[in-house]
């Protein structure tokens, strides 16, 4: 029987995307049987932005076996327990989106359906009372979770601000010690077998010759093999997601050091606030329709924390998704597959995503069908749910300031987005479809934090008699104040485990 093994892997591109597909590679392909080479050009560079992450990064930083407090200091990062979402409702108006639960379920119901009666009675604090993650960031607090058990203090989770650059660094020592090899140069031509069109090797600037058996597109927005050579095509979602520019500008540190990223809803965009430990990251994500360059970078400037440490750049983008992520034997990770805003910070999770999929399905060189075609499913749902989840957030606000916000709040929507909200609309009730991203919890602090309004409440929280309800929930609100003082200063934290050097 031939052997069918891969032999040789080329990942183009060194940019977030091509340098964690290398360690996750580099950390699993340890047979020396496949050889993984990764191309990369300095000339051409990379997004070099992309800062805020989500939990699960951790699960991947896990499965390559890093440290975490040797991973922040390496990083320069800060720790993240959710988001600020200022202005979006209304200007003026503002909540938290956080990663840990709300509250407690309580006689196996959910413990918003709790807190939508408290409130239709008139005693609810305000939902963000209740969680441990919105009431310690307030107070730029922050800790790991502990080991006691019924405790809120047990459920912290959270998330990081890196230094994406010195991510990439730090991952590209990672997979180089463990055979990845990397290959300094532009690409230049792109060679294709005549009887499937599949890739068989690319060509640099120094005519050198790069062979593979699998391809992994992690070259950016170009998307240089899925699109350019492949011609794959894309879903183009401008007509939800406005956005089109970011115009980005780090500065120095100031302002609050709570363990967030701030984002601020602007007159054609927002802006984001990404605190790490040697400065900040900013940006007014825009749509180029609505404001000009100068402008936004105007408006930028002006709504900064401290001075700004270089000229601001700006980047241009459109939202959408590469039709298939998988074609033939290339396999597209990172901007090259697709873009989204940056608003949930999801695209390291989208790279991740990429990642543990592709080793799920992991093919040899017979490229079967139906496992190209599995890869393409999910990582569809993945992309169309998270954009859903951004949608909701530009779609449900009362904001009427601009044409720009005018445009959002009346633009038709996705079937999957407007059912989540009918359902939400009538008893409140919101659930996580299959396996998205994004979990319930979420779901109702952006719907309940954009003034989306139910009807009624789930039923079934009605079996509590009246005051065995405002017991629980006072306490449950008074242990959520007591967690929140024992947890020490998010900075003293940093300070006291994993300062840079
Ligand atoms: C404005 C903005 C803000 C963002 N904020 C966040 C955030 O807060 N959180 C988050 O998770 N994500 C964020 N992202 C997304 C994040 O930046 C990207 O997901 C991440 O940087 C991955 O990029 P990449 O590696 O796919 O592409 P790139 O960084 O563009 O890397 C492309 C690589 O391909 C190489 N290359 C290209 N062409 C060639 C060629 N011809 N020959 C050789 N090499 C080539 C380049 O040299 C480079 O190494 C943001 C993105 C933008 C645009």
């Known amino acids: 029987m031939t052997d069918q093994r891969l032999r040789k892997i080329v ?55 890093l440290d975490e407090f040797d991973f922040v200091r390496r990083t320069k990062a800060t720790f993240k327990l959710g988001i600020d979402f200022v202005d979006w409702k209304t200007i003026g108006h503002q909540y938290h989106h956080p990663f840990g639960p709300y509250g407690v379920d309580m006689e196996g119901v959910s413990f918003h359906a709790y807190w939508l009666r408290l409130k239709a009675m008139g005693e609810a604090a305000d939902l963000g009372e209740y969680s441990l993650q919105a009431v310690a960031s307030a107070q730029g607090k922050f800790m790991r979770p502990n080991q006691q058990r019924n405790s809120p203090l047990a459920r912290i989770d959270h998330a990081y601000h890196i230094d994406a650059g010195l991510y990439a660094r730090f991952l590209r020592g990672y997979a180089e010690e463990r055979g990845v090899r990397r290959q300094e140069g532009r690409i230049v ?193 993945e992309y169309e749910t998270i954009r859903d989840f951004l949608i909701l957030h530009f ?12 445009y959002l709040r009346e633009m038709p929507i996705p079937d999957y987005l407007a059912d989540k909200m009918a ?21 109702f602090a952006v719907m309940v934090g954009q003034g989306l309004e139910p009807r009624g409440h789930d039923p079934m929280a009605d079996v509590m008699a009246d005051d065995e309800l405002r017991a629980r929930m006072a306490d449950i609100h008074a242990v959520i104040a007591r967690s929140a003082q024992v947890m020490p200063d998010h900075m003293r934290f940093i300070a006291d485990n994993c300062a840079a050097a």
């Open 395 to 406: 779609h449900a606000t009362r904001r009427n300031d601009t044409p720009y916000w005018d």
């Open 189 to 381: 031509d792109v060679h294709q077998r005549t009887e499937d069109g599949f890739i068989e090797a690319v060509t640099l600037q120094n005519g050198q010759r790069v062979e593979g058996d699998l391809f992994i597109d992690c070259s950016g927005f170009r998307g240089l093999l899925i699109e350019q050579t492949l011609k794959t095509g894309f879903e183009d979602w401008s007509q939800w997601l406005l956005n089109d520019r970011a115009v980005a500008v780090p500065c120095a540190l100031g302002g609050s050091t709570q363990p967030v990223t701030r984002a601020t809803a602007r007159p054609a965009g927002w802006q984001w606030r990404i605190p790490l430990q040697h400065r900040l990251g900013n940006g007014y994500a825009y749509s180029s329709q609505h404001i000009s360059e100068d402008e936004a970078t105007a408006y930028l400037l002006a709504h900064l924390d401290g001075e700004p440490l270089i000229d601001p750049f700006t980047l241009r983008f459109k939202a959408g998704r590469r039709k298939k992520s998988w074609n033939k034997n290339v396999v597209a990770i990172g901007l090259s597959a697709g873009f989204m805003e940056p608003l949930e910070s999801q695209s390291i999770h989208l790279i991740q995503v990429g990642i543990s999929r592709l080793l799920a399905m992991f093919p040899d060189k017979r490229f079967e069908t139906p496992d190209i075609d599995r890869y393409n499913r999910v990582m569809k749902f």
């Open 423 to 443: 359902v939400f609309q009538s008893y409140g009730r919101v659930f996580r479809e299959n396996e998205e991203l994004f979990t319930d919890t979420s779901w």
């Open 11 to 65: 990942i183009v591109g060194g940019g977030t995307a091509g340098w964690m597909t290398a360690a996750a590679l580099g950390r699993f392909l340890k047979d020396g049987h496949t050889q993984v080479t990764l191309v990369e050009s300095e000339e051409i560079g990379t997004v070099g932005v992309g800062e805020s992450t989500i939990p699960q990064i951790k699960i991947f930083n896990r499965m390559l076996g």
